[in-house]
């Protein structure tokens, strides 16, 4: 039992994302807001660990495609350093803790709370069937951005502006599709890909 194959499976480091949540302080002028940057700060924990229950399930689900994959091979549910059933356990742990943190906030839970459960929900829609399809795929992953963002202006009561959600969803679905075209262009394009199509995919970044 290697610690590291616990914090493997978490990403951790894919929790830099969540500072997106951070963003309404700067565009609000209320980085030095104490009450404004707690409820953030919760708001990003509650994040972080709503997404490391869903690389918990990604990793579940894919355990059999990763298995025949030369590098997801060595992901820990899929080389069986992590059982299937504690990756389990870790997903409902990780989705607790995320509940818990949006309980702390002060008087914005139910309606954070319901972003960071749609963002849950949607991901899980994604792990099990919507990242088959390449457009769809790189949607996603751009509007689950903008949910951050949306969920900090919630949490800290900064109204944002349609301007700053659409340039945020228009920059991260160019990051996104830029991302997936250099995938497939690769020697190991994901194999869950049904609709590779790297024409589309180039005229797609070139328009975003």
């Given at each position: 039992?290697?610690?590291?194959d616990?914090?493997?499976?978490?990403?951790?480091?894919?929790?830099?994302?969540?500072?997106?949540?951070?963003?309404?302080?700067?565009?609000?002028?209320?980085?030095?807001?104490?009450?404004?940057?707690?409820?953030?700060?919760?708001?990003?924990?509650?994040?972080s660990?709503?997404?490391?229950?869903?690389?918990?399930?990604?990793?579940?689900?894919?355990?059999?495609?990763?298995?025949?994959?030369?590098?997801?091979?060595?992901?820990?549910?899929?080389?069986?350093?992590?059982?299937?059933?504690?990756?389990?356990?870790?997903?409902?742990?990780?989705f607790?803790?995320?509940?818990?943190?949006v309980?702390?906030?002060?008087?914005?839970?139910?309606?954070?709370?319901?972003?960071?459960?749609?963002?849950?929900?949607?991901?899980?829609?994604?792990?099990?069937?919507?990242?088959?399809?390449?457009?769809?795929?790189?949607?996603i992953?751009a509007?689950?951005?903008?949910?951050?963002?949306?969920?900090g202006?919630?949490?800290?009561?900064?109204?944002?502006?349609?301007?700053?959600?659409l340039?945020?969803?228009?920059?991260?679905?160019?990051?996104?599709?830029?991302?997936?075209?250099?995938?497939?262009?690769?020697?190991?394009?994901?194999?869950?890909?049904?609709?590779?199509?790297?024409?589309?995919?180039?005229?797609?970044?070139?328009?975003?």
């Amino acid at each position: 039992m290697n610690p590291k194959d616990y914090m493997k499976i978490l990403r951790p480091k894919q929790w830099v994302k969540n500072f997106f949540v951070m963003l309404p302080l700067f565009f609000g002028g209320e980085l030095f807001n104490t009450q404004a940057l707690l409820s953030a700060v919760i708001t990003m924990l509650a994040y972080s660990f709503a997404a490391s229950s869903i690389y918990c399930f990604n990793d579940i689900h894919d355990v059999s495609d990763d298995r025949r994959h030369p590098v997801k091979c060595h992901r820990p549910v899929a080389s069986g350093a992590v059982s299937i059933a504690m990756a389990y356990g870790m997903m409902i742990v990780c989705f607790i803790l995320s509940a818990v943190c949006v309980a702390l906030l002060p008087d914005t839970a139910l309606q954070t709370g319901g972003v960071i459960l749609f963002y849950w929900l949607l991901n899980l829609a994604y792990c099990a069937w919507l990242k088959q399809h390449a457009i769809i795929d790189v949607c996603i992953v751009a509007f689950g951005f903008v949910l951050r963002l949306l969920a900090g202006g919630l949490a800290t009561h900064i109204e944002l502006s349609k301007w700053i959600v659409l340039m945020t969803f228009l920059i991260t679905l160019f990051m996104s599709f830029s991302g997936s075209w250099c995938a497939t262009s690769s020697s190991f394009t994901r194999s869950a890909l049904t609709t590779p199509m790297p024409s589309a995919l180039m005229a797609s970044s070139s328009i975003a």
